[in-house]
């Protein structure tokens, strides 16, 4: 009965390619906590707080059953307020936010323009979703604006969608948002930004890659909470007509038990400490020039894509750096295109700069 499953896991063995959960070990260079706010003594005691004002661990239902808590309802506002949206809505985590936005919003008359290296859970949204799609080649704003042009041509009336990450997690590398914006300016398109890994690393007070693109009414941006914030959740920031269409059509929104409310408060105090607290950004952007001088090059972010080919190279490489006691992971097809395994190394506030340069003496 279950050897399918055997052999599947023979092959991915075979392939190097097989995964297993392994504990933290050693300097954190494989995390996404890239302000080190995860066990932050804030953080920490914003949850206290709200524990012993009277908050519930589990919010005991969907939020339009009885799991709708206060404390969503003030970081909506607050989340809207510090990204400049009009309104925002509280997921248990990005990926289900991302899911919710692609199967909801674009509709069946619509088309999906996406950039070939959106996440995975993008793929599963449109996978949910009634829209077509069409992939386009990575951070080709021609060629964004070649599939609507197409599609308008063939007859396509209804909006066109560009569908980008603001900052791509196996590249570190950036897309080209205004250009993107421009592109849909001239054909009526919504403009849905991912910036999972942008949100309190770019922009003033930690608002990300899309600052000064917040508010228009064709701009939906998603804020992981699980990354730089230090907690868990997803917001999505959007038009409120768009909130109102979400609460009502998004199956995993109301079908979905709600998000702990603790987690809520600790979200809450996280968008607080990108305001009070700016020299976690300014540490971090020091962190990272120092990993441009230890591993030898630039990558513009605070993710460093060591490219080393073939799978079980990656993987060797992996363990003789955790072996040296530097926590860094080999990332594999089908997370990225055959034949470009790499090791993953993200710069948090977790490190200091003798570990950085210890990790680039071993890779070296």
């Known amino acids: 009965m279950l050897q399918f499953y055997r052999d599947d896991l023979a092959r ?31 953080l920490r005691q914003a949850v206290a707080a709200a524990l012993d004002r ?17 404390e969503h309802e003030a970081l909506e506002v607050e989340a ?17 936010a991302n899911v919710a936005a692609f199967a909801t919003l674009p509709q069946p008359g619509d088309i999906i323009v996406y950039d070939e290296l959106v996440h995975a859970s993008a793929h599963d949204g449109m996978r949910l979703g009634r829209a077509p799609r069409a992939a386009v080649a990575h951070n080709d704003v021609d060629a964004f604006e070649d599939a ?32 993107l914006a421009a592109v849909a ?10 910036e999972a890994h942008a949100t309190g690393v770019f922009g003033s007070a930690g608002r990300g890659l899309a600052e000064g693109l917040h508010g228009a009414e064709n701009v939906v941006t998603l804020h992981t909470c699980g990354k730089a914030l230090g907690a868990e959740g997803g917001l999505l920031c959007v038009p409120a007509v768009l909130r109102d269409m979400l609460i009502n059509r ?11 409310p603790l987690m809520a408060a600790a979200v809450r105090e996280a968008l607080r400490c990108l305001v009070d607290e700016p020299e976690r950004q300014a540490r971090l952007w020091a962190l990272v020039a ?59 506030c977790n490190v200091d700069e003798a570990a950085i340069e210890g990790l680039g003496g071993v890779l070296r």
């Open 54 to 70: 009277g908050v519930g661990i589990g919010s005991g239902g969907s939020r339009l059953l009885r799991g709708n808590d206060p």
């Open 290 to 348: 120092a990993a441009e001088r230890a591993l030898g090059f630039a990558s513009g972010s605070q993710l460093f894509p060591v490219i080393v080919g073939e799978d079980g190279a990656a993987v060797a490489l992996a363990e003789r750096c955790q072996a040296a006691g530097y926590d860094v992971r080999a990332i594999r097809p089908p997370t990225v295109a055959a034949g470009t395994a790499r090791l993953r190394v993200s710069i948090t």
């Open 80 to 96: 809207a307020a510090h990204f400049g949206s009009e309104a925002a809505l509280f997921f248990a985590n990005g990926y289900a």
């Open 148 to 179: 609507i042009r197409r599609w308008r041509a063939g007859g396509g009336t209804g909006t066109p969608w560009i569908a980008v990450e603001s900052l791509y997690g196996m590249d570190g590398d950036q897309a080209p948002l205004n250009d």
């Open 12 to 42: 991915l063995a075979a392939a190097d390619r097989l995964r297993a959960l392994r504990p933290r070990t050693g300097a954190d260079f494989a995390s996404n906590d890239y302000l080190g706010l995860g066990a932050s003594l804030r």
């Open 250 to 260: 998004a199956r995993g929104f109301v079908f979905s038990t709600a998000p702990s």
């Open 185 to 194: 300016a001239r054909y009526d398109a919504m403009l849905l930004i991912d």
